[in-house]
């Protein structure tokens, strides 16, 4: 490195380093240890970085071997289910699938119409009990009037 720019970072004059060889090495390895922990230190920087990374990578490597068995998990088991569907669909003839279906249909329209039963009978019950308080009512009131002297 020259004087001058040993000069300039030390920020001294060149007068002062031709004249003081001794300051001039001094400076000098203190600037060469400088320039050596700088490089270490960026090393070791570059390390950890790499190390990061590398660690970022592996678990990104797990992610995917973990990801890539779940979804043949998956996709056997789909395989299954839809086995399972095609055994079934074959036991049902396209008649027996017309019945069952005929059946369904007649049974929810029974359910609607006991449901619409179910309600009329609701409210008849009810107008039977109103009329009955009314009739107590009516009943009360006239023995009422058969027992109160004149």
């Known amino acids: 490195m020259s004087v001058a720019a040993v000069a300039r970072r030390a920020d001294v004059s060149r007068t002062f380093l031709y004249d003081n060889p001794e300051a001039r090495d001094a400076i000098a390895s203190a600037m060469d240890e400088a320039d050596k922990r700088r490089t270490l230190t960026l090393a070791d920087q570059d390390d950890e970085r790499e190390a990061t990374s590398r660690e970022r990578a ?3 490597e ?6 890539h068995a779940e979804i043949l ?17 074959a036991e049902w003839t396209e008649e027996a699938i017309q019945r069952i279906t005929t059946e369904n249909t007649t049974l929810k329209q029974r359910v609607r119409q006991l449901t619409a039963d179910n309600r009329t009978l609701d409210e008849r019950l009810k107008a039977a009990r109103s009329n009955l308080r009314f009739q107590d009512r009516r009943v009360a009131d006239l023995e009422a009037q058969l027992a109160a002297p004149d």
């Open 62 to 67: 797990g992610a995917l071997k973990t990801a």
């Open 73 to 89: 998990a998956q996709r056997t088991r789909i395989g299954e289910l839809l086995g399972q569907i095609s055994d079934l669909e």
């Open 58 to 60: 592996l678990n990104a």
